[in-house]
């Protein structure tokens, strides 16, 4: 007769206390849990370590454009024992950094709108309209991205000189805004083709035009873009060196990377060090400013593709 053998009896029913070998293994959320928070330190450390090799610098010349000559070569790294404001004052006056300023201003103001103007326009009918020659003068624009500047110097400033255009602001506002259109194009054309397409419709069957669709409609839903790009813009117009140099050889008409060349060729026969950082901060501060400003809409422009 056949018998069927019974099982032993598991540690647990028997009442007897578990092994170690019988006890299951770890848990593998609570290693991956461990994983995530050394991987997490090490990220936020990197980040710290960052931050602080970028603010650092800035700063320091902040903080050493208030000192004067003597504490700039003595105590470097030490607060400034009083505020010299006379440093910007002289900075601002005597080394007509005034009128450097004001020149940028005018140079930057008068191309960043002529950029997001012409390539909000041309980048919507790239990105909406379907006609022969679309994707060749798409590609001519990212073309004119990989264009070394640096190679068009010569013929650009034979080009500037027989148009009457040299040494003028408004014939750098158009050099700025040349050079500006293919990344701004690249940018918004594919920040159009995110933008529903049902919106657009519906206002042609109302009966608006194009351009009415374009300007009422289109451009304000893609103004988280345009604010992005300008700010690409305005960071790359303003510390732009190579190009005024070339087209911009008037003293007067001279933008602020000329001007903060020259005080720091003439100062540093001077030693007037304490101006030349107080004439740097200036150059920088506006920059900073349009980011601390704009920093949300940047991010948003840049992740809109990515969100719809």
Known sequence: MKTTETPAPLPAESGAPLAKEDLPPAAAPEERRKEGTVLNVFSHGVLVIWAVMVVMPLLWAVMTSFKDDRSIFSSPWSLPDSLHFDNWSRAWTQANMSDYFLNTV?????SLIGTLALGSMAAYVLARFDFPGNRFIYYLFIGGMSFPIMLALVPLFYVVNNMGLLNTIHGLILVYIAYSLPF???FLTAFFRTLPTSIAEAAFVDGASHSRTFFQIMLPMAKPGLISVGIFNF???????MLPTVLNTDPDKRVLTQGLVQLAVSQGYKGDWSGLFAGLVMAMLPVLAAYVIFQRQVVQGLTAGALK
Do not use: I
């Open 184 to 186: 701004t194009v690249f």
């Open 106 to 110: 005018l140079v930057v103001g008068g």
């Open 235 to 241: 960071l790359g117009q303003w510390n732009q060196y």
